[in-house]
DNA sequence: CCCATGCAGGCTGTAAACAATAAACACCGC
DNA sequence: GCGGTGTTTATTGTTTACAGCCTGCATGGG
């Protein structure tokens, strides 16, 4: 099928080439997948690095331009990011990073607690008398992955191992919505603040409380584990919020000098 | 300000009018808000009604033109269902109305439990002690014209307040994150399934759950207040998979004459 | 000196054209 | 008759163009 000139995909016709840096979207990442998806994630990287700061307009034709694409998917995204709540359009006046507030970050934060709660009790029942299931496995090789981490102070292995755990934990528990919700607002946790939080000494903690809570989920005992995963959440919450309250590098929207919505 | 030829919107440029029944969107809704916006709400309209059954295709060009919208509005509506999950697109294929499978409909009712149930605690916490507090007021009110419904036999009546006490709930609860995703979700099961579950005899039952959920709110017990909220809502879930079960009209895919995906 | 008004520019919202994919159909060889 | 293949056609993905809105600045009046 398919004799026609090949076309060879759409690398060829654009002739006005590298324009800035991120460019070259179209070329590899596009392989199959709507334009927009890739976009969209690329628009993701620009606000994890922080190009975006929360505040920061995302200017549809000078985005369009840098990514090497038209305007279509840049809008695409930018309402795409929006149901996700990373950012806010305001009609005729474009898209917004979105500023986290104190208030809606301890919010989410009291959600997932009870969400990683729910998914803990969930997964102690399902692993209940089932000691040896793969599920089991998996959470103790991460946690072990942990220690080690926190002996050699790596922070960054441990940072990626800490969301795998609790990724894992909302994954076995096999409640797909849950799941959903859970890593979505984590996500936006993650995206909105300035992940500098969490230092050496609350790495111990945290772990700490891991163990815990893996000790009650692979006992089968459900309530337990709610209680050990909700307590977790909200130790997570008063570390983000002590770290605010000294001087962090988050939240309050005065200190961005970017334009802002009013 | 804004001294030019008046305009008058943009109802005098179409000369090629009422193309088809739902049109007449264009000259009234775009009042204050994207077109997107407005066709997203006539797409969820069209589905609640079943003029588009779980399965069905959502033709842009067919849309677009039904609703003297172009296709990029259309588009920008199709993906925000994604989004809310009440669609699914495939690439080069189009999107979808999605089918609520038995087992997704049963893991939100499970999520739904567990946000409704925590909203109920919240609540009776905040309003323990404050028995005068306007939400009260408001909460009795609610449950007071179900009781009426109830004794009237009004089905569509009580489906509303029923609809409304809950949101009343959430939303004094005072957390909005953990609101938005109950109402998304409590959305998704409405929309999905055809709502014939529910029967006059459930409608009793359902109401005496709402009084004992009440008193433990008004009584400021908040962990009483979170059982009868969860077992409310899994009561519903009951109710559901029954009428399911006896030949209910929902859920499975098969019975749907209309081209689906794959 | 301060404030309101008029004007210009940039940017978004929407529409219509263009390109490419995937399904459906008809045709041909076996 | 049947399977495979080439072609057609409808539909989506993307780009380009146009119209209106909002904002910022300059200008004139109080």
């Known amino acids: 099928m398919s004799h026609r000139p090949a076309a060879g995909g759409r690398s060829g016709d654009e002739t006005r080439e590298g324009a800035s840096g991120v460019s070259a979207l179209r070329d590899r990442i596009a392989a199959r997948q709507p334009l927009g998806r890739s976009v969209k994630a690329a628009l993701e990287a620009l606000i994890e690095s922080g190009a975006l700061p929360p505040g920061a307009r995302l200017n549809e034709v000078a985005l369009a331009a840098r990514l ?34 104190l208030e809606e970050a301890a919010q989410i934060y009291e959600l997932n607690a009870v969400l990683f709660g729910h998914a803990a009790a969930l997964l102690a029942e399902r692993l209940s008398g089932r ?4 599920e089991a496995a998996t959470l103790r090789e991460t946690v072990a992955r942990m220690d080690r981490a926190v002996e050699q102070g790596a922070l960054e292995a441990f940072f990626a191992d800490n969301a795998l755990f609790h990724r894992q934990i909302v994954e076995f528990c096999g409640n ?84 802002q919505a009013p």
């Open 176 to 259: 797909q919505p849950l799941r959903a919700v859970y890593l979505e607002h984590t996500r936006k946790l993650l995206l909105l603040r300035r992940r500098s939080f969490d230092a050496a000494g609350n790495m111990r903690a945290a772990n700490a409380e891991h163990h815990r809570l893996l000790a009650s989920i692979l006992a089968g005992a459900a309530e337990p584990a709610r209680r050990h995963a909700e307590a977790h959440t909200r130790a997570g919450r008063a570390r983000f919020l002590a770290a605010i309250a000294q001087g962090g590098a988050a939240a309050e929207p005065s200190d961005t000098p970017h334009e």
């Open 131 to 134: 000691a040896g299931a793969p």
């Open 68 to 101: 090497g694409v038209s305007r279509g998917p840049v809008r695409e995204a930018a309402r795409a990011l929006e149901k996700d709540g990373l950012v806010t359009v305001i009609l005729n006046r474009g898209a917004f990073v979105r500023t986290l507030g």
